[in-house]
């Protein structure tokens, strides 16, 4: 399990977090009403939470890339059912070749080999430290936006940003004693 300082730095870490997400207005987590793309994105979230705990269980002798072909092919079948659903909708791929490269990109990139490096890292540090760098992606998101879409970077950026990284520096100090869950398989 994690230790009381990996807990804080989590906890820490998910302030800032909520400081993004939230403009740094408490007001606006008051006033907090969920959508259905929220739940799905809640729901994600436990399922890659518990996807990253199961990675220990992985066996040592299964090579890598089967590992994660293995796990997009079960992706594929458990999305299965939401395609048809679209299709029988009424839904159609319109294919250009921004598409046809969009999708390209995000089976290569996002999926198998940003899978590749997640599941050696989690081998590497164990899942309680490594996945706390799931909390960057508020960082990244804001980065790309100021990039690419022109947005403005506020205080409570840099403030969610500084409690972002200290949570993460302060859970990831490595202890003396390490937990079994936090132990890197060899």
Known sequence: SASLRQVFGIVVSLCGVATVIFHGEARQLLA???NRGDVWVFSAMIIWAVYTLLLKRRPADLAPLPFVTTTIFVGALTNLPFYLMDLAGGAQAHWTLASFAAVAYFGIFPS???YLFWNRAVAEVGPTRSGIFVHLMPV???VLAIVFLGESFHAYHAAGFALILAGIVVASVTEKKSSDLD???E
């Open 140 to 142: 990244f998101g804001t």
């Open 32 to 34: 907090l009403s969920l």
């Open 112 to 114: 198998v080999i940003a």
């Open 183 to 185: 132990s890197p398989r």
